[in-house]
T-cell receptor, first 114, second 114 residues
Framework: AQSVTQPDIHITVSEGASLELRCNYS??????LFWYVQSPGQGLQLLLKYFSGDTLVQGIKGFEAEFKRSQSSFNLRKPSVHWSDAAEYFC????????????FGTGTRLKVLA | DSGVTQTPKHLITATGQRVTLRCSPRSGDLSVYWYQQSLDQGLQFLIQYYNGEERAKGNILERFSAQQFPDLHSELNLSSLELGDSALYFC?????????????FGPGTRLLVL
C-alpha cells in the first residue's frame, strides 16, 4: 500500500539558517510527489511537484526538493529561512496508474526563531 | 487568495445532525476535490468530482455524500454526525482533474460536533 512518512513532527530553525524537511514514500513505481504549505488558519498551497525528468525541482518562495529514487525520498530544502516560512508543511504522493489515490504525510510544523 | 470559496467558515452542530458544506471552484476549473483534516487522521482525500460526475473516491464514509452541480459548485453532505467528524474540511479545485495538475485549496470549513 502507498504511504508517506514525514519523520519530523516539529522543526525549529533560526532565521537565515538552511532548512531540510524530510519525506519518504512507499509506492511500487515512481509516484507523483508534492509539497504543500499550510499557514495558520489557511488552506494548503502547493510549493512544488515532481512527475518526471530532472530530479531537482524548483518551487515557489525559494523552495526546492530533490527526488531520490534509491532512497524513496523527496526532501524539501530552502537555503535561508525567513520568519514568514513558519507554517506546517505536507508532503503528498499521488498514484500514477490504477485507482486514484492522493496521500498526505502527517506534516512537519516549522518554527522560525528571530 | 486561491479563488476557491467555501461556506460556511465555521459550523457548530450536535451529534446525529446533518450539515451541508459548500464549495465554489475557481473560475474555469471543472474538478472539485474534498479533503478532511483532523488531529486523529491527518489530511485525507475524500472524493473528487469532474464536471458533475464522480471521478475518484477516497476515505469517504457512507454517512457522507457529495455532488457537483451544473454550475460546478459542489456540496459535501455529512449526516448522522459523530464527535469524531469534527474536523477542518477543505475543498480544492483544478482545471481538468488530472493528477498532475495543481490543486487550489479553499480556506476550509471548520466543523465542530458537540
Amino acid at each position: 500500500a502507498q504511504s508517506v512518512t514525514q519523520p519530523d513532527i516539529h522543526i525549529t530553525v533560526s532565521e537565515g539558517a538552511s532548512l531540510e524537511l524530510r519525506c519518504n514514500y512507499s509506492y511500487g513505481a515512481t509516484p507523483y510527489l508534492f509539497w504543500y504549505v499550510q499557514s495558520p488558519g489557511q488552506g494548503l498551497q502547493l510549493l512544488l511537484k515532481y512527475f518526471s525528468g530532472d530530479t531537482l525541482v524548483q518551487g515557489i518562495k525559494g523552495f526546492e526538493a530533490e527526488f531520490k529514487r534509491s532512497q524513496s525520498s523527496f526532501n524539501l530544502r530552502k537555503p535561508s529561512v525567513h520568519w514568514s516560512d513558519a507554517a506546517e508543511y505536507f508532503c503528498a504522493v499521488a498514484t500514477t496508474s490504477g485507482t486514484y489515490k492522493y496521500i498526505f504525510g502527517t506534516g512537519t510544523r516549522l518554527k522560525v526563531l528571530a | 487568495d486561491s479563488g476557491v470559496t467555501q461556506t460556511p467558515k465555521h459550523l457548530i452542530t450536535a451529534t446525529g445532525q446533518r450539515v451541508t458544506l459548500r464549495c465554489s471552484p475557481r473560475s474555469g476549473d471543472l474538478s472539485v476535490y474534498w479533503y478532511q483534516q483532523s488531529l486523529d487522521q491527518g489530511l485525507q482525500f475524500l472524493i473528487q468530482y469532474y464536471n458533475g460526475e464522480e471521478r475518484a473516491k477516497g476515505n469517504i464514509l457512507e454517512r457522507f455524500s457529495a455532488q457537483q452541480f451544473p454550475d460546478l459548485h459542489s456540496e459535501l453532505n455529512l449526516s448522522s454526525l459523530e464527535l469524531g467528524d469534527s474536523a477542518l474540511y477543505f475543498c480544492a479545485s483544478s482545471g481538468a482533474g488530472v493528477t498532475q495538475e495543481t490543486q487550489y485549496f479553499g480556506p476550509g470549513t471548520r466543523l465542530l460536533v458537540l
